[in-house]
């Protein structure tokens, strides 16, 4: 826990300093449910099957592309309480970074959320549906690459429950 000089609680920043996350590149991203609750449904014999919030979970990031230029989807999982993603900004100087895509995601997603459970009683979440922050990764050279596409790949034959 960081303090400032007036003895508040200050956020702890996890982004690299100086870094431009609006340049070109790779990122491995992970969002956590708030309190990791499970929403987005369940694993079954090691495979994830998703429920209807986790279809809008996976449908909002697979749409990437087409809301924010210059952005794709390499991979991505979506897991009860978690989502891992490679997301990729193909135009150097974007105009939108990669801490305001993630944000714009989650506040998407959330509202989408709060809808379901008015609309179609999905499960409801305490508080707020993710976490504050979110977990990257630059992702550096083709190895680091591979390896995350793996990992995200088996991560429903891993799962092991955190709760």
């Not at 790779?26 to 309190?35: A, D, K, L, P």
């Not at 995601?105 to 009683?121: C, H, P, V, W």
């Not at 591979?146 to 034959?157: D, V």
Request: glycine share 4%.
């Amino acid at each position: 826990m960081a303090f400032n000089y007036y003895g508040i609680v200050t956020r702890k920043e996890i982004r690299l300093k100086n870094y431009n996350y609006r340049d070109h590149g790779y990122y491995f991203v992970t969002i956590c449910s708030h309190n990791r609750d499970c929403l987005f449904g369940e694993i079954i014999k090691k495979e994830m099957h998703l429920n209807a919030a986790g279809n809008m979970v996976q449908s909002v990031w697979s749409s990437l592309s087409q809301v924010y230029e210059g952005w794709i989807i390499d991979s991505l999982i979506v897991m009860p309480n978690h989502v891992h993603a490679v997301v990729c900004n193909v135009l150097s100087g974007n105009k939108i970074g990669l801490p305001n895509l993630i944000r714009k995601i989650k506040s998407f997603t959330a509202t989408n959320y709060k809808n379901g459970i008015e609309l179609q009683n999905w499960a409801p979440f305490h508080e707020k549906l993710w976490q504050r922050n979110y977990y990257e990764i630059i992702i550096k050279n083709r190895d680091s690459l591979h390896r995350i596409r793996k990992y995200i790949l088996e991560n429903p034959s891993n799962w092991n429950d955190p709760r």
